[in-house]
Every structure is written in structure tokens, then in C-alpha cells.
């Protein structure tokens, strides 16, 4: 192929970078590499979702568990003002009640935050696999 330069002479048109067989080769691994590189990530991803999702499951355990706990002490107090046990006691449940409840307090934060971060793990995972 041949092209008119100004002067109205001919000169050989240049082929494009990428109709050559060795940069397309090198391309071609180069995007196999990425890709390679975005299955590592993916892979890295979906690990770290499941331990946060093991961890979720644990946090909700310990969070149902919190929740037996504060019914028991309830009904221990409510026991404890109808049989008019000393002030002593009383105070004893009404301050395991309030570890209680700032345990509560706590761990829920955490459940709202990590699943916020398995939420986002979730749209990474998404967004890498349309890359790959």
C-alpha cells in the first residue's frame, strides 16, 4: 500500500503495531497475564468474603446467646424484686444486665460493619469477574 506525502510522491504506507505477528503475540500474553493476575484476585476475594461470612455466623451465635443471657437476667431480677432479695443482689443483676447490654451494643456494631464489608466484597468479586 501506498500513500501521497505533499510533494505528490508515493511512500509505503506503515502497517499498524498491532498487524504485526510479534506485538500481537506479545498482547496476547500480556492479557493473559492480566487475566491470570484478575483469577488471582478473585480468588484472593471469594476467600476473604467466606471468612467474613464464618465470622458473621459467629457473631450471630454470640449475639443470640447475648439475648438468652438478658432473658434470664430479667426474669432473675423480676425474681429477685418479688422475693426482695438484698440490694446487694439486685445490683449484682441489674449490673450483668448492663455488661449485657453493652456487649450487645458492641457486637451488633460489628455485625452492621462487616457485613457492610462483605456487601462490598460481594461488588468487588462482581466487577473483577467482568474484567476476567
Wanted: one cysteine or more; aromatic letters at 0%.
Amino acid at each position: 500500500m501506498e500513500e501521497n506525502n505533499q510533494n505528490g510522491q508515493t511512500k509505503p504506507k506503515r502497517t499498524k503495531a498491532a498487524e504485526k505477528p510479534e506485538v500481537a503475540a506479545k498482547e496476547t500474553i500480556v492479557e493473559n497475564a492480566c487475566r491470570a493476575k484478575v483469577k488471582e484476585l478473585i480468588s484472593a476475594q471469594k476467600n476473604e468474603l467466606d471468612a467474613k461470612q464464618i465470622a458473621l455466623e459467629q457473631m450471630m451465635f454470640n449475639l443470640e446467646e447475648l439475648n438468652q443471657r438478658r432473658e434470664l437476667a430479667k426474669r432473675a431480677l423480676k425474681k429477685a424484686k418479688g422475693n426482695k432479695l438484698g440490694k446487694k443482689k439486685l445490683g449484682l443483676i441489674i449490673d450483668d444486665l448492663k455488661a449485657i447490654k453493652e456487649e450487645r451494643k458492641l457486637l451488633k456494631q460489628l455485625i452492621k460493619s462487616n457485613t457492610r464489608k462483605a456487601e462490598d466484597l460481594t461488588s468487588l468479586i462482581l466487577l473483577l469477574e467482568t474484567i476476567a
